[in-house]
């Protein structure tokens, strides 16, 4: 016999599949069942259309009246782009309502269950709970900051090097971890990288594992280096561009007029203060301000695929929230190949960054760290 979990189970794999499509709203997966069996399935699967209890009792394939409803996470309450789905579930005459998270929104926090349970429903919260959180980690981060959850993510040798001495980086993984960052594009709302990535290999940072979740774009460029020739900026026009440059910049003739070049173009042109300068040596955007510009935008979610400067720079601004480490089988070797995070670092052990809660997996034939940094001094200013 199917147990609770089991249920909640399923309804995580249901509300998978809709990632890359439903930000910023959460991924949300429900199971209906009744006498025992699964009558009904359904998950969120685009944002702006409905969402995961309403898709699973529309398309019942029985009367759903005295069934349970599985869900991960609490019905929301509230109309908005869609009606609430505490609506549906008191008008399908749900009996009983499994929860694995209650909603972080201000709008819903708990007001969900509330009605449910006003309307005579029985509803048990904290189902897989912590499974449920980490699938939402992105939207829990957002509700809640309403800046970015900000994943780093690179390659490097097994001596901790991201290229040679020359700049040669092609390839220190193989091809399953290479086909994985692509899959990671298409979970985060955006993916940002550095002028110097852009000059070195003028990449096109898209999706390539599906066609229309493409990341939006974000440069970081503060003297509006970015060539008008660059992949970048030609595709401009299909697939969201954000360049980022500092009000220094911007204030000057040579600035505006390169930024009206690239607004032409379908470029979306930000402008930040000029980070403080820590390594003394060059002007640089500020990260924090930028985090903040962007969830106003409504992204949600931003992978950093840079060098070593821009991943250098986030870390020392404490703006990252996760990270994806890819070890490569090789060693490079050489005082001067580049290590993954550069800028000035911790000046003692007790200031680094440490990773909590990682977890180690083999992809092909490389392997990836993931874990979430843990600064709080820091973020104390963030």
Same mark, same amino acid.
């Given at each position: ?10 309804? !995580? ?39 995961? &209890? ?36 008191? &008008?399908?005459?749900?009996?009983? #309502? ?74 220190? =993984?193989?091809? =399953?971890? +290479?086909?994985?960052?692509? !899959? ?49 900026? +030609? ?33 979306? #042109? !930000?402008?930040?203060? #000029? ?27 931003? !992978? ?15 703006? #990252? ?17 580049? @290590? ?6 911790? @000046? ?21 760290? =993931?874990?979430?940094?843990?600064? &709080? ?6």
């Amino acid at each position: 016999m199917e147990t609770r979990e089991n249920y909640m189970r399923r309804a !995580l794999q249901l509300a998978r599949l809709g990632e890359g499509r439903t930000n910023p709203n959460p991924m949300v997966g429900c199971v209906v069942v009744k006498d025992g069996r699964i009558i009904s399935e359904g998950y969120h699967e685009k944002y702006g259309e409905y969402h995961a &209890e309403r898709n699973a009792l529309l398309h019942c394939a029985e009367d759903p009246a005295g069934a349970d409803l599985y869900v991960t996470l609490e019905p929301c309450c509230h109309y908005g782009k869609t009606p609430p789905c505490t609506e549906i579930i008191i &008008e399908k005459k749900i009996r009983r #309502v499994f929860v694995g998270n209650v909603d972080p929104n201000p709008k819903v926090a708990g007001g969900g269950v509330r009605i449910l349970r006003d309307h005579g429903i029985e509803v048990e919260t904290g189902i897989l709970e912590e499974e449920c959180r980490k699938l939402n980690e992105v939207f829990f981060h957002y509700i809640s900051t309403g800046t970015p959850f900000v994943a780093a993510k690179y390659a490097m040798s097994a001596d901790g090097r991201i290229a040679c001495a020359t700049g040669d980086s092609k390839w220190i =993984t193989g091809e =399953t971890a +290479r086909k994985q960052v692509h !899959l990671l594009r298409k979970r985060y709302s955006g993916i940002l990288a550095g002028i110097g990535t852009v000059l070195a290999d003028d990449p096109m940072l898209n999706c390539r594992e599906e066609e229309g979740v493409d990341p939006v774009r974000i440069i970081c460029d503060a003297h509006l280096r970015i060539p008008m020739e660059s992949q970048i900026v +030609r595709s401009a026009g299909a697939i969201p561009t954000i360049v980022c440059a500092t009000n220094e910049t911007l204030a000057e003739d040579a600035g505006r007029a390169k930024a009206d070049r690239l607004a032409a173009v379908g470029v979306t #042109v !930000l402008q930040t203060e #000029v980070a403080a300068d820590e390594d003394g040596g060059y002007a640089k955007v500020d990260l924090k301000n930028l985090m903040r510009q962007l969830g106003e935008r409504k992204i949600d979610s931003v !992978l950093i695929e840079g060098g070593s400067k821009i991943n250098g720079d986030a870390f020392a601004a404490g703006i #990252v929230d996760k990270v994806y480490a890819y070890v490569g089988s090789v060693i490079i070797g050489g005082e001067n190949a580049p @290590a993954p995070v550069g800028g000035r670092g911790a @000046a003692r052990m007790a200031d680094a960054a440490r990773l909590m809660d990682m977890t180690v997996s083999m992809v092909g034939d490389d392997v990836c760290i =993931t874990g979430y940094p843990a600064y &709080e001094q820091i973020r104390e200013d963030r």
